[in-house]
């Protein structure tokens, strides 16, 4: 018997294409034909084979990113925006040493030393973004949170009387450190892309 036909169309079926041939036909022949049984049988397995096969080594990509991060850094240049962040630094500085180094002893000044730590932490993330602008992204939440802090206790104050406008005024610094680590967290290309897509849906409404 020339099992030539059957064993093509045994192929095909394996391979989920049309056989030519009617299925029954095909599992008649089967039944039949002991060859062509093994011919199935070694096909589906070559084929469950060809399937499963082990997973390709990924490689470790953790130097190039230190070194693509390393780059962008160096790409930076001296911007405005991280001067201005420096400059906002030193102010964060100042008026954290001033509160740490206090002498009163009540409980307001205690509290002030708390702050001032706090204060001079957050100068030392702004120094890094100055010095690593890669890490502004990380940093933007964290100065994100601190402004809208400040600013909701500040109108609370204004509202309540309790501390006139130009006491607020120390808290400038923490809000314009926001902007501008939102600069250097934000290429000016995706910034102009954002503003041009807003443009758009405003034009649409």
């Not at 964060?92 to 206090?102: E, K, T």
């Not at 307001?108 to 120094?127: D, I, P, Q, W």
């Not at 600069?183 to 102009?192: D, E, G, I, Q, Y």
Request: hydrophobic residues 50%; glycine residues 4%.
């Amino acid at each position: 018997m020339n099992c030539e036909p059957w064993q093509l169309a045994i192929s095909a079926r394996i391979d989920g294409e049309d056989p030519g041939i009617e299925p029954r036909l095909v599992e008649a022949h089967l039944d039949a034909c002991p060859a062509c049984r093994r011919f199935q049988a070694v096909s589906e397995m070559g084929r469950r084979s060809a399937r499963i096969q082990p997973a390709q080594a990924m490689p470790d990509i953790s130097k190039e990113m230190s070194r693509l991060n390393s780059a962008i850094d160096r790409a930076a240049s001296l911007s405005i925006a991280r001067v201005l962040l420096a400059l906002v630094a030193v102010d964060v500085f100042y008026f954290a040493i001033r509160d740490l180094l206090g002498d009163d002893s009540d409980a307001t000044a205690h509290a002030a030393r708390h702050l001032g730590a706090f204060s001079f932490a957050y100068g030392v993330g702004l120094l890094v973004v100055v010095f690593r602008p890669a890490r502004a992204r990380t940093m933007l939440p964290v100065a994100a949170v601190l402004a809208g802090a400040l600013l909701v206790t500040a109108v609370v104050d204004l509202l309540n009387g309790t501390v006139p406008i130009i006491g607020e005024a120390s808290h400038l610094p923490e809000l314009i450190s926001v902007l501008l680590i939102w600069m250097l967290a934000v290429p000016s290309h995706k910034r102009a892309t954002s503003k041009q897509k807003s443009d758009r849906r405003l034009h649409a409404a």
